[in-house]
């Protein structure tokens, strides 16, 4: 597409007001800086923050009015001076982590999303619930030209988030992980890619569409927390030898969970935190966490390389997880059924709709 090629008016779904809802309208079509790319968006997935940056969950200041949206699947259709190392026409993935400074001790290290000038795609910036956005060429992800960007879109945050906290829980092949929250978007990918990477897992969730859902992804067991009498005993249960888990992926979006994996999870297991509901904290009991050696960790999304390994899971055809497609004009539709918990999998929004 050549510049003349590019409108000067798009689709957008737009957040005016903390709380909602969306709006579908059109906008002007963003100008790239010298360091940017612009994308058209074919593909987005629609992700839980996005409902909880809409809700002001969280205490980080957020840009308003704003076009969320951070798991775009597009094409490059204009670039910057600057950026030589992206043609135009090539497939990139816009994620949550839109850019960083490059120069703080984080991002020097490979630890960009730790970065204390980190710009936020869908929140401090602009994100893919429109047809034409932003992304920075230094951080946007590639994706390789075999790779159908509708069914991609989601691993660009999903599928990182869930890749990179199962390797920070440090479990080995062989090993056991609880996925809590297993029938969500996240909890989807976090079967595939727990299977790619040899790991059994423990669903939690709640419901019988899920239960089949995560059974099929392959999980090994289904605790439904909805129906449990004790979810503790449950999955502990459940695991080889009814010690528990070695690890487990907090990824619900209440803090329940979060109170209770310290009591199901092995001694010396890890417990990595990934959902981030509102206004929540952790509690575990200190005389357990001491004598039964547990680590509690958080994880926030992943780095370049993260990414990039991530998207080759995809590529080899290791990863495939359900999803839905819907237009962007139903983005609020979505966030409804996501807010009743009523989501199996994942969300994509086709922006020519
Ligand atoms: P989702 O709505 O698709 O899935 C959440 C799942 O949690 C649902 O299936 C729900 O039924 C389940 N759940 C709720 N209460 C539960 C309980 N008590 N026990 C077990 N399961 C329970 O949401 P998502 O898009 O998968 O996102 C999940 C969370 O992860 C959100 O809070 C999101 O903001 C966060 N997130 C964090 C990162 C990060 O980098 N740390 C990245 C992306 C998303
Ligand atoms: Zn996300
Ligand atoms: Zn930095």
């Known amino acids: 597409m050549s510049g003349t090629d590019i409108p000067k008016e798009q689709w957008a779904q737009v957040v005016e007001k903390t709380g909602g809802p969306v709006s579908y309208k059109q906008i002007p079509v963003p100008q ?10 074919k593909y987005s997935g629609v992700c839980h923050t996005d409902l909880h940056a809409m809700k002001g969950d969280w205490p980080i200041p957020i840009k308003m009015p704003l076009v969320g949206g951070h798991e775009g699947a597009g094409i490059v259709v204009a670039r910057g001076e600057l950026v030589k190392d992206i043609e135009l026409g090539e497939q990139v993935g816009i994620k949550w982590l ?33 047809q034409y956005a932003i992304g920075k060429a230094a951080h946007v992800a590639r994706i ?16 990182l988030t869930v890749y990179k906290g199962l390797k920070e829980s440090g479990a080995r092949a062989g090993q056991e992980v609880a996925i809590v929250g297993a029938g969500g978007g996240l909890g989807s990918m976090a079967i595939q890619y727990a299977k790619a990477m040899g790991f059994h897992t423990i669903a939690i969730d709640g419901g019988a569409e899920k239960e089949q859902m995560c059974k099929e992804l392959g999980a090994a067991a289904y605790v439904d927390f909805k129906s449990s009498k004790n979810v503790v005993e449950d999955v502990k249960k459940a695991s080889f030898d009814g010690l528990g888990p070695q690890a487990v992926l907090l990824l619900a979006v209440s803090e329940g969970p979060f109170q209770q994996a310290s009591h199901y999870v092995r001694s010396r297991g890890t417990i990595v935190c990934v959902g981030l509901p509102a206004n929540a904290f952790l509690k575990a009991p200190v005389f357990d966490t001491v004598t039964r050696m547990i680590n509690i960790k958080g994880s926030y999304v992943g780095n370049r390389q993260d990414t990039a390994e991530a998207i080759d899971f995809f590529r080899r055809g290791l990863i495939k997880a359900p999803y839905k497609v819907i237009g962007l004009s139903k983005l609020q539709d979505v966030f409804h059924l996501m807010e009743e918990g009523k989501i199996a999998g994942r969300y994509v929004v086709d922006t020519s709709k």
Do not use: W
């Not at 790239?32 to 968006?41: F, S, T």
């Not at 390789?144 to 660009?156: D, M, R």
């Open 144 to 159: 390789p030209k075999e790779c159908s960007l509708e069914s991609i879109a989601p691993i660009l945050c999903a599928g």
């Open 98 to 130: 839109h850019g960083s400074c490059m120069n703080c001790s984080f991002c020097r290290t490979a630890d960009e999303p730790l970065c204390p000038e980190a710009q936020l795609s869908g929140y401090t910036v602009d994100g893919s619930f429109q």
């Open 32 to 41: 790239p800086g010298p360091d940017e790319v612009l994308i058209n968006v």
